[in-house]
């Protein structure tokens, strides 16, 4: 009687399914707005990655989170780091702080502008689009939407942060990203649940924008596409 002889090929694990979830980069999450931009983004079930200056002082942890050293005015500590995001959210200060510098003259300028223009090359080199910036209400032609003439003082008051404000949000409009441009008023620590008025060219005031609020309407533009291309003003 004939015999038949069989092999079979050992059994190969399936690759696991791909994460469907938003992975979001929080460029200034140590920030006050930035880690409740970093909170929301979590709250919502999306992958989320921190990326601040000094991750030893950073006390928040989650399964979703990864924590990432970055010296924003050092473009070689973004390289790689922005690959495989959908999203990057910045909120970036007008001070950010080169980590090896701290007693630079670069220290008191403003450094928005050049920091933006490294994430922004960033993310292009990591095949990134989708940008929402938290930019000023006094920048562009919000100057003249000010109630008694507050874009003007901030002008006066501040020049060289209005300046570097204004230069950084031309860096993103100028740029092929999928932005979307904020121009909050005053922002507060107050408690959230103010209610946000928020469209292009709107009258603006002091009146205080919660900063977790601000912080949970960049996370849901973050994959609104409705916004691409829109400078808004939060007031």
Not at 32 to 57: D, F, N
Not at 121 to 143: C, H, K, T
Not at 176 to 204: F, I, K
Not at 214 to 235: E, F, H, P, Q, Y
């Amino acid at each position: 009687m004939a015999t038949m002889t069989y092999r079979f090929a050992p059994r190969t694990p399936p690759s696991p399914a791909p994460d469907p979830r938003p992975r979001i980069a929080v460029i200034g999450a140590a920030g006050a707005t930035g880690q409740h931009a970093v909170r929301q983004a979590l709250a919502l079930g999306h992958r989320v990655t921190a990326l601040v200056a000094e991750p030893a002082l950073w006390a928040l942890a989650h399964d979703d989170l990864d924590v990432v050293r970055a010296d924003l005015l050092e473009p070689q500590s973004l390289r790689g780091v922005l690959e495989g995001h959908d999203a990057v959210l910045c909120l970036v200060g007008h001070k950010p702080e080169p980590l090896n510098q701290r007693e630079s003259p670069q220290r008191g300028a403003p450094q928005a502008a050049l920091a933006t223009r490294h994430i922004v090359a960033a993310m292009s080199e990591a095949g990134v689009s989708r940008l929402v910036l938290m930019g000023a209400a006094g920048v562009g032609n919000s100057v003249a939407a000010g109630a008694l003439g507050l874009g003007r003082w901030l002008h006066w008051l501040l020049p060289d942060v209005m300046a570097d404000k204004e230069r950084q949000e031309a860096l993103v409009r100028g740029s092929a990203l999928h932005w979307t441009v904020l121009r909050p008023a005053r922002l507060s620590h107050a408690p959230s649940g103010a209610d946000l008025h928020v469209g292009e060219n709107l009258r603006w005031g002091w009146r205080g924008i919660p900063r977790e609020d601000l912080a949970a309407l960049m996370v849901r533009l973050a994959t609104d596409s409705a916004s691409i291309g829109k400078v808004l003003t939060v007031a």
